[in-house]
């Protein structure tokens, strides 16, 4: 019993720092997202060329995630999450420190790339502790995550309207960001290979598993993308809004988000993956249809929010099947990872061509239908077995703290 006892604390403590690797993570991503018309002015680009280099991001991660797998394996996850989280972490100042084009996009090659790799790495440790849980926490790390994002956000909004030098902001930041990652690093589980356990190869295609489940999971991003892109935009040119009644729409698109997310569990371990994300996927469409048919502003923010409610705990619910659907958990997250990033890159793009084609009307008819894939193939996401804490007839996973 005393060993049942001394188990739940570890796991927990463990839910509780993979929490604030999540945070950080996101923390980093908003600390960038704020400074890149610094980084444009100091690096010289047109908008044109600020585009193809923000294309790399997407392109390092999608290079780098199938690595973590094998990274995971050869160092153990506490050491591997440690020392990848310090990589992305310190990556944040490399963007700022470019002059020219072609650093840039060596910037932020190695951005997106350490970012991938974490990615994985913290999201395969936190299916680990769901599985062990017994219970849905992965909508609430997402939503840490999403939380860390505003917080980084917020600070960089400030640093700029101070009129700091990015370089002079992200290097502050990346320390600070380094510290605490890393010292939430010593409180996760420290998975090590079985003995027996093949490593798992540098780079392979994902399982067949990941892809259906990374469908799911791109068209959740694919609105994402398409919503945190081009909301305020939409307002702008179809409702002839104020720039700042369209920002709005954006940050409250950002918050419900964020908060779904975060009460997202509750809702996962009630009712079950494939019932939410039904539910969810019927939100999403429901709010694409206010978006094509609004003819006020109230409305089209009314329907960007229900669309951020809608797919808010998709991506959460894609990782935990993924880790649940092989016996290589990192090698499947990683392919639902880079499906996911992809989407993430296509999205923005191909929602201004269509509108360039046709109208943005148009193009968030597309979303729409993209999200009824949620309430069509919700059923892939059903979960196997899990494993509970105290139970001696659960099914354990191959591996060992």
Same mark, same amino acid.
């Given at each position: 019993?005393?060993?049942?006892?001394?188990?739940?604390r570890?796991?927990?403590?463990?839910r509780?720092? @993979?929490a604030?690797?999540?945070? @950080?993570h996101?923390?980093?991503t908003?600390?960038?997202?704020t400074?890149v018309p610094?980084?444009q002015?100091?690096?010289g680009?047109s908008?044109?060329?600020?585009?193809?280099? =923000?294309?790399?991001?997407? =392109?390092g991660a999608?290079?780098?995630?199938p690595?973590?797998g094998? *990274?995971s394996h050869?160092f153990?996850a506490r050491?591997?999450? #440690?020392?990848?989280?310090?990589?992305?972490?310190?990556?944040l100042?490399?963007p700022?420190l470019? $002059?020219?084009?072609?650093?840039l !996009?060596?910037?932020?090659?190695t951005?997106?790339a /350490?970012?991938?790799m974490?990615?994985?790495a913290m999201?395969a440790?936190?299916?680990?502790?769901e599985?062990?849980l &017994?219970r849905s926490?992965m909508?609430g790390?997402? +939503?840490?995550?999403?939380?860390?994002?505003?917080? +980084?956000?917020?600070?960089?909004?400030l640093?700029?309207?101070?009129?700091s030098?990015? #370089?002079l902001h992200?290097?502050l930041?990346?320390?600070?960001? /380094?510290?605490?990652?890393?010292a939430? !690093?010593?409180w996760?589980?420290d998975?090590?290979?079985?003995?027996?356990?093949e490593p798992p $190869? #540098?780079?392979?295609?994902?399982p067949?598993s990941?892809?259906l489940?990374g469908?799911?999971g791109?068209?959740a991003?694919f609105?994402?993308?398409a919503? =945190?892109?081009w909301?305020?935009?939409?307002? #702008?040119?179809?409702?002839?809004t104020?720039?700042g009644?369209a920002?709005?729409?954006t940050?409250?698109?950002t =918050?419900t988000m964020?908060?779904?997310r975060?009460? +997202?569990?509750?809702? @996962?371990d009630r009712?079950?993956?494939?019932r /939410?994300v039904r539910?969810s996927?019927?939100?999403?469409v429901?709010? %694409?249809?206010l *978006?094509?048919?609004a003819?006020h502003p109230?409305?089209?923010m009314?329907?960007?929010?229900?669309? &951020?409610? &809608?797919?808010?705990v998709v991506?959460?619910? !894609?990782f935990?099947a993924a880790?649940?659907?092989?016996a290589?958990?990192?090698l499947a997250?990683?392919g639902?990872a880079?499906?996911?990033?992809?989407?993430?890159l *296509?999205?923005?793009?191909?929602?201004?061509m269509?509108?360039q084609?046709?109208s943005?009307m148009?193009?968030?008819c597309?979303v /729409?239908?993209l999200? !009824?894939g949620?309430v069509?193939?919700?059923?892939v996401?059903r $979960? %196997?077995?899990?494993?509970?804490?105290g139970r $001696?007839d659960?099914?354990v996973?191959?591996?060992?703290p």
């Amino acid at each position: 019993m005393g060993k049942v006892v001394d188990e739940q604390r570890l796991v927990k403590r463990s839910r509780y720092a @993979v929490a604030a690797v999540f945070a @950080v993570h996101g923390a980093v991503t908003g600390s960038f997202a704020t400074r890149v018309p610094w980084i444009q002015d100091h690096a010289g680009v047109s908008a044109g060329q600020l585009g193809i280099a =923000l294309a790399f991001p997407a =392109l390092g991660a999608s290079v780098a995630m199938p690595l973590a797998g094998s *990274i995971s394996h050869r160092f153990g996850a506490r050491n591997a999450l #440690r020392g990848l989280i310090a990589l992305w972490t310190l990556s944040l100042v490399l963007p700022s420190l470019a $002059p020219n084009l072609l650093t840039l !996009c060596l910037a932020l090659f190695t951005y997106g790339a /350490t970012a991938g790799m974490a990615d994985v790495a913290m999201n395969a440790l936190g299916v680990e502790v769901e599985n062990r849980l &017994g219970r849905s926490i992965m909508s609430g790390l997402h +939503g840490m995550w999403s939380a860390g994002a505003l917080v +980084g956000s917020a600070a960089g909004t400030l640093a700029a309207h101070l009129g700091s030098d990015a #370089r002079l902001h992200h290097v502050l930041a990346a320390a600070v960001l /380094t510290v605490v990652g890393v010292a939430s !690093c010593q409180w996760v589980l420290d998975l090590q290979p079985a003995e027996d356990e093949e490593p798992p $190869p #540098r780079f392979a295609l994902p399982p067949r598993s990941a892809l259906l489940i990374g469908a799911i999971g791109f068209c959740a991003v694919f609105a994402e993308g398409a919503s =945190l892109d081009w909301s305020a935009v939409y307002l #702008r040119e179809q409702l002839e809004t104020s720039a700042g009644l369209a920002a709005a729409c954006t940050t409250g698109f950002t =918050l419900t988000m964020a908060v779904a997310r975060l009460a +997202g569990d509750r809702i @996962v371990d009630r009712f079950g993956a494939v019932r /939410t994300v039904r539910a969810s996927g019927v939100f999403a469409v429901l709010g %694409g249809l206010l *978006i094509v048919v609004a003819d006020h502003p109230a409305v089209a923010m009314g329907g960007f929010a229900l669309m &951020g409610l &809608g797919i808010a705990v998709v991506v959460p619910l !894609c990782f935990a099947a993924a880790g649940r659907s092989g016996a290589n958990p990192s090698l499947a997250i990683a392919g639902v990872a880079t499906i996911t990033y992809t989407s993430g890159l *296509i999205a923005p793009s191909a929602i201004g061509m269509l509108a360039q084609a046709t109208s943005l009307m148009v193009s968030f008819c597309l979303v /729409t239908a993209l999200s !009824c894939g949620l309430v069509a193939f919700a059923g892939v996401l059903r $979960p %196997g077995e899990r494993t509970k804490i105290g139970r $001696p007839d659960a099914a354990v996973p191959d591996r060992r703290p």
